[in-house]
């Protein structure tokens, strides 16, 4: 079965900072994309970034990007000046191609500190 | 022009009550599904419905009863509410399989 691990349950970031949030996968499969959502207080899951295993070029969002390395099946979130309204939980999440489930890791609750 | 629409966000309610929670999303999806996230945040597929079909179910006691009037609908009917059902449900929805899921607001069940 595919698990996601976030090694990481809390960071903390200071407010104009960079701080990247961990995420490994295990699968045995080629075809899979990656997530990356955000649930802040207000407990909304909002989608950060999406990642598609086939795709050598790292995708980014404006401040999120990630660093995909498939061969060690590692999928981290960098955020560049940070703000405060990027206080929140972080979730890497995994699917397989042609499937709808999708599994989560345990989240990464993210401070950021003025 | 909510894309994915929970009612009740709040729902609290006594042990061996019945409850229902409705979803609906209003992007023309085919693909819907219910999460539930424990009070440790642990986020976890419960169904999932391509077409108004029951495509997974994760291990859910049958007191818990997915219904999909429509593509745009998926209700979701609890019977004899547990203490352990206390958590917040997510409905989703997607275009396809593997497709972005966009999540609705949320609904934190309390069961006393």
């Known amino acids: 079965a595919q698990t996601v691990t976030q090694s990481q349950p809390e960071m903390s970031v200071q407010e104009a900072e960079t701080v990247t949030l961990s995420c490994t996968y295990d699968t045995s499969e080629s075809d899979y994309y990656l997530f990356w959502y955000k649930q802040p207080p207000s407990r909304q899951m909002i989608l950060v970034i999406r990642?598609?295993?086939?795709?050598?070029q790292n995708a980014t969002e404006n401040r999120f990007s990630v660093n995909f390395q498939k061969a060690a099946k590692s999928f981290s979130l960098k955020i560049s000046d940070s703000q405060l309204g990027d206080a929140a939980m972080y979730f890497c999440a995994y699917i397989k191609g042609g499937s709808e489930k999708l599994v989560f890791g345990k989240g990464t609750k993210l401070t950021v500190n003025p | 022009d909510t894309a994915v629409s929970q009612t009740p966000k709040y729902l609290v309610t006594q042990m061996g009550n019945d409850k229902s929670i409705k979803c609906e999303q209003n992007l023309g999806h085919d693909t819907m599904y219910w999460y539930k996230q424990d009070s440790k945040k642990f986020l976890k597929i419960m169904f999932s419905?391509?077409?108004?079909?029951?495509?997974i179910n994760e291990t859910v006691p049958n007191r818990f009863s997915p219904k999909s009037p429509d593509k745009a609908h998926l209700n979701l009917h609890i019977n004899s509410l547990e203490l352990g059902d206390s958590a917040v449900y997510f409905c989703a929805s997607s275009r396809g399989l593997a497709g972005v899921q966009f999540f609705g607001p949320g609904t934190r069940l309390t069961v006393l």
């Open positions: 990642q598609e295993a086939y795709k050598q």
């Open positions: 419905y391509n077409n108004k079909e029951l495509i």
